[in-house]
């Protein structure tokens, strides 16, 4: 899941959660994008392109308006990240129209190389010269996706990865941002008055008004000690705001997980309750990323080494966690920072490319190759030292995830 009305956020988002200080120029050059983009693809002049994507990258120039092209040397890896394939329920952020979806994974069988997660972390850990190569990751574990997205991984061959939330599997219960997004749709009345960094009002005079407050709470909530989160979610929901039928039967259940792992999905671990990792106190770390481990271990049956941070940012993630999950078994750890992984990329800050509700099939295989192109400000960092892990390990997992 991920905040949008955010400074971290902002300009990155499309639908009713936007600052409205990204204001007209934020508008006009998502116009522009996406006239490139059409006249990219429709043209042909994005294989074109394509062609530079795993030999070289554009770089920026220190006195120069322009980027520069050069030799890139060594392969990329791009990790997709998704949330729901669907657009009725919750999540109320992601509305992918399942045929979109299906068009989108078409597109990147016929002109990537796609492989597992487990695959890709043995290749990036081995320095494996191969063409740019894609992973397929779910957060969360929405329902639909069993129901849409499933079929179509099947029918194109594509071995994904869903991180699941522990606590989830165990109640059926919707995450607390999808209740808090509930709650403010149904809420009664032209005002909420709340609570935050001090007392707030939000006018809920339309769907878009709702959504936008919806989105200010959650980014804040995300902002302070997890304890406190939870103290103020209990609050919230005390006076009987959330429609429970609204966030009732929108999860996955333990039989859905283990036909769609028969049939080739993996998973992996999202914490127990989807707090922001850096908000956690030490002594939490047990229950969000060791024990969800094991319980979603119990009901696979089958272990589960990787791992994804909840929201996903810089400010999201913290040395200590990640320290806590080398020493507990195991192997990547996802975040949602953008970009391409490059060899020895660190496998517990790999980066992924979040896929939105845009239905433009241009557009997505426009991002796609500047995602591989591009030079990011925030590139993906080498490590000395993914030892915790080790190679024999990675590459006995990589093969069970090929069967």
Known sequence: ?????????????????????????????????????????????????????GTHQLCSVSGSRWPRLRRFPGPKFGILCYHRVGTEGVPLYSRLEPAVFEAQMRYIREHYRVVSLGQLCLELQEARSVEPTLAVTFDDGYRDLHTYAYPVLQKYRIPATIYLIARCMETGEAPWYDRIFAALQAAPGPILEVELDGPRSFALSSLGSRSAAAWEIICYLRTIPDVQRQDWCAAFEKPGLVPEKEVSGRMLDWQQVQEMQRGGVHFGAHTMTHPAVSRLEPAAFAEEMANSKQILESGLGAPVVDFAYPFGKDSDRSGLAETFLRGNGYRSAATTVDGYNAARTNLFKLHRRQIGDDRSVANFAFDLARMFIESESDSPSATVNNSAYSSEAARAQANQSSR
């Open 1 to 53: 899941m991920r905040p949008r009305a955010t400074s971290e956020s902002a300009g990155t988002s499309n639908g009713a959660g936007r600052p409205a200080a990204a204001g007209l120029s934020a508008g006009f050059k998502e116009k522009c994008r996406c006239a490139l983009a059409n006249c990219l693809y429709h043209t042909g002049l994005l294989r074109v392109a394509r062609r530079f994507e």
